[in-house]
């Protein structure tokens, strides 16, 4: 699995008050986010100033987590308490001090998946900023361009940016049956999946067949279609398509066509007992018989 870094960013730890949630909401997110990118394998970065940020006025971080004057609750401060004692220590690093914010941008210019995390409601104008899950999507999107991942470790990867998604097993080899270069696609596969994992659902289910291609081809930025009736003629057209998952074989006719004549990616919107109900992720090619 690609590393991706995660530091928590002493500076914006500050609660931003305002009409927003209250800064035990704030710090009851944070934590969820926090648990959340650990389940998902990220490394996650603190440096001991966290401990002197000023949360609200008055009262700093190691107020808040370990005095009877704090405005969270016992559990809430033992949660935090363990959240910041897993995480790694930046100072114990062997190389120049730096603000959290500036030391990930010089790891990202080494081609290293780096962020901040840090409260919502706070300064945030890059996409490496990580304050919810909807930017925590946003940065591990943003991770094979910056670290020019191969296509295994693509696909692998996309189990944390696109998990409304299933992927079926050996997909990644079939990026050489692209006409296009790997490099070149994997930006154009990136944002496709991303409509469909943000998207796909509700677009399904709003709309017809008939309007479904011409909702999603709007939204995904390529033509997006189903098989035609002579293509359904073709037995041995339709077999290309057949897929395995879950224990259960279908043909798979949905497709994106990331070039007018050729090249590929098709999907099923799934099914109840396959995969969690997610949509699957079937075939790339260069283009099937029709």
């Known amino acids: 699995m690609i590393p991706v ?8 730890m500050t609660w931003a008050g305002g009409s927003g949630p209250d800064v035990t909401q704030s710090l009851e997110s944070f934590s969820r986010l926090f648990d959340r990118a650990r389940k998902d394998g990220c490394i996650l970065w603190k440096d001991k100033a966290i401990y002197e940020t ?22 809430l401060q033992n949660a935090l308490m363990i959240q ?23 790891w990202r ?5 780096a962020g901040c995390l840090f409260l919502l409601g706070n300064d945030s104008d890059s996409p490496w900023d990580v304050t919810d899950e909807q930017s925590l999507m946003t940065c591990y999107r943003a991770v ?16 944390r940016s696109f998990p409304q998604l299933a992927f079926k097993p050996g997909l990644a080899r079939e990026f050489d049956r692209f006409d296009e270069p790997y490099r070149i696609l994997r930006h154009k596969v990136g944002t496709a999946l991303a409509i469909l994992n943000d998207q796909g659902r509700r677009i399904r289910l709003e709309h017809s ?22 293509t359904h003629g073709n037995r041995k057209a339709m ?22 004549n050729i090249d590929r990616m098709y999907f099923h919107f799934g099914f109840p007992d396959v995969a969690d109900g997610r949509i699957l992720i079937c075939h790339f090619t260069r283009h099937f018989r029709t």
């Open 5 to 12: 870094h995660l530091a928590i960013d002493e500076v914006r």
């Open 54 to 75: 000023m949360v609200v006025p008055g009262m700093r971080m190691v107020d808040v987590l370990f005095t009877a004057e704090s405005p969270l609750d016992r559990d």
């Open 84 to 106: 910041l004692d897993r995480c790694r220590a930046l100072e114990d690093l062997d190389e120049p001090a730096r603000p959290t914010v500036a030391r990930m941008a010089v």
């Open 109 to 113: 210019s080494r081609k290293e998946a």
């Open 144 to 159: 094979p361009e910056l670290v020019d991942c191969p296509e295994d470790e693509f696909i692998e990867h996309a189990a």
């Open 209 to 230: 067949d008939e309007a479904l291609v011409k909702v999603l081809s709007a939204a995904i930025g390529f033509p997006t279609t189903r098989e035609s009736p002579q």
């Open 239 to 260: 077999d290309e398509r057949k897929t395995s998952f879950g224990g259960r074989t279908f043909f798979c006719e949905w497709h994106v066509k990331f070039r007018p």
